[in-house]
């Protein structure tokens, strides 16, 4: 896009942009009389001095200094120019940037949001229509066509080209969002190929990458990732929470666990509220995440000796707020099993026994 953005557009950008909603939704804020607070994520401290303030749209921290307003938030924190701040927040409230001599006039500036939603309504058209090895493998697995409309799981075909077929216009933003790769070479081509698709909701319901697993042995690595990119930082996000806070008011404790199958196979069973995190250890942020939805965590692992130390540092994680009134537990599972395996096994009950 070329052209300059107009004063008044990002005057009107500020105005229906809540800061508070916006730095939430990055670094958990605790309200405190008539600001919001947060330990700082421009650096380092044990003790929370960074406060917004609703009223004035404006951002302090008393032990740095940084301040400013959500624009300059956005460039700090995703660590973008001016311009990239500005589409990522005009993509937020769903606007479109009107430039002076604007010349893009095609679809290219699409909210990213929107699009991974479309990514995501083809994947479960292919999973219905084209997808009956994943359907044997879902149905392997013992899970039900409700819980695989619930998380929404759908399927990539075999082949190279079927999404950039698929979105022709949107080559920029599937690019943006890996959901295609460009090469060395500047060859184009789909990420994902024959896997099950699991989409990654933010906790506002929004899609914001993916996750696929493999029908083909052979195929590597088991699960793939969506990368990180402008709306999907991994360490800040966890799977299935979407649907925790969709379905459940009162909250009375949250498992977490490692993987997606994990989430999938307790839900399948009745248990409701658990969360996976994405391929990244369970950080200080998921912690504080949390604990604004309940009082009482349960982390359980696989029983080898990465899940013991994956519950290794989620207790690192949970220490400081164990202070604040949360309570962390951990399940210790027998060797050679996870959460799906032993679900299956023992039923809901046992398990939670």
């Given at each position: 896009?070329?052209?300059?953005?107009?004063?008044?557009?990002?005057?009107?950008?500020?105005?229906?942009?809540?800061?508070?909603?916006?730095?939430?939704?990055?670094?958990?804020?605790?309200?405190?009389?008539?600001?919001?607070?947060?330990?700082?994520?421009?650096?380092?401290?044990?003790?929370?001095?960074?406060?917004?303030?609703?009223?004035?749209?404006?951002?302090?921290?008393?032990?740095?200094?940084?301040?400013?307003?959500?624009?300059?938030?956005?460039?700090?924190?995703?660590?973008?120019?001016?311009?990239?701040?500005?589409?990522?927040?005009?993509?937020?409230?769903?606007?479109?940037?009107?430039?002076?001599?604007?010349?893009?006039?095609?679809?290219?500036?699409?909210?990213?949001?929107?699009?991974?939603?479309?990514?995501c309504l083809y994947y479960?058209?292919?999973?219905?229509?084209?997808?009956?090895?994943?359907?044997?493998?879902?149905r392997g697995r013992g899970?039900?066509?409700?819980?695989?409309?619930?998380?929404?799981?759908?399927?990539?075909?075999?082949?190279?080209?079927?999404?950039?077929?698929?979105?022709?216009?949107?080559?920029?933003?599937?690019?943006?969002?890996?959901?295609?790769?460009?090469?060395?070479?500047?060859?184009?081509?789909?990420?994902?190929?024959?896997?099950?698709?699991?989409?990654?909701?933010?906790?506002?319901?929004?899609?914001?990458?993916?996750?696929?697993?493999?029908?083909?042995?052979?195929?590597?690595?088991?699960?793939?990732?969506?990368?990180?990119?402008?709306?999907?930082?991994?360490?800040?996000?966890?799977?299935?929470?979407?649907?925790?806070?969709?379905?459940?008011?009162?909250?009375?404790?949250?498992?977490?666990?490692?993987?997606?199958?994990?989430?999938?196979?307790?839900?399948?069973?009745?248990?409701?509220?658990?969360?996976?995190?994405?391929?990244?250890?369970?950080?200080?942020?998921?912690?504080?995440?949390?604990?604004?939805?309940?009082?009482?965590?349960?982390?359980?692992?696989?029983?080898?000796?990465?899940?013991?130390?994956?519950?290794?540092?989620?207790?690192?994680?949970?220490?400081?707020?164990?202070?604040?009134?949360?309570?962390?537990?951990?399940?210790?599972?027998?060797?050679?099993?996870?959460?799906?395996?032993?679900?299956?096994?023992?039923?809901?009950?046992?398990?939670?026994?």
């Open positions: 896009m070329s052209g300059l953005i107009p004063q008044p557009f990002i005057d009107d950008l500020l105005h229906r942009t809540d800061l508070v909603e916006l730095i939430d939704s990055y670094v958990p804020l605790k309200k405190r009389g008539n600001s919001h607070i947060a330990c700082c994520p421009f650096h380092n401290e044990k003790s929370p001095s960074f406060n917004v303030v609703a009223k004035k749209q404006f951002y302090h921290c008393f032990g740095c200094g940084a301040s400013g307003n959500a624009i300059s938030f956005v460039m700090n924190y995703l660590n973008q120019g001016f311009v990239d701040a500005i589409e990522t927040l005009a993509a937020r409230v769903g606007l479109t940037i009107p430039r002076d001599k604007q010349t893009e006039k095609n679809n290219s500036s699409q909210d990213l949001y929107k699009l991974l939603s479309d990514v479960q058209k292919k999973l219905r229509h084209e997808g009956q090895a994943a359907i044997d493998y879902l899970l039900s066509g409700e819980i695989a409309k619930l998380y929404q799981l759908g399927y990539a075909n075999e082949g190279w080209h079927h999404l950039e077929k698929a979105f022709p216009r949107n080559q920029r933003e599937l690019l943006a969002t890996g959901m295609l790769i460009k090469n060395d070479d500047g060859k184009i081509y789909d990420r994902y190929r024959n896997r099950v698709m699991f989409p990654i909701h933010d906790r506002h319901g929004r899609i914001i990458g993916f996750g696929g697993r493999v029908l083909d042995k052979e195929q590597k690595p088991k699960y793939l990732n969506s990368p990180e990119t402008v709306i999907f930082q991994k360490s800040r996000e966890l799977y299935g929470l979407h649907q925790i806070l969709s379905q459940q008011k009162t909250i009375e404790y949250i498992i977490v666990v490692e993987g997606y199958m994990d989430v999938i196979a307790l839900a399948q069973h009745g248990v409701m509220n658990a969360v996976a995190t994405l391929g990244t250890a369970t950080s200080t942020y998921h912690i504080q995440l949390l604990a604004k939805h309940t009082k009482s965590l349960i982390f359980c692992f696989d029983g080898d000796n990465a899940g013991r130390q994956a519950a290794w540092r989620a207790l690192e994680s949970s220490l400081p707020h164990l202070n604040l009134g949360l309570d962390a537990s951990f399940m210790f599972l027998p060797d050679g099993h996870d959460p799906d395996s032993l679900v299956r096994e023992e039923g809901k009950d046992n398990f939670l026994n």
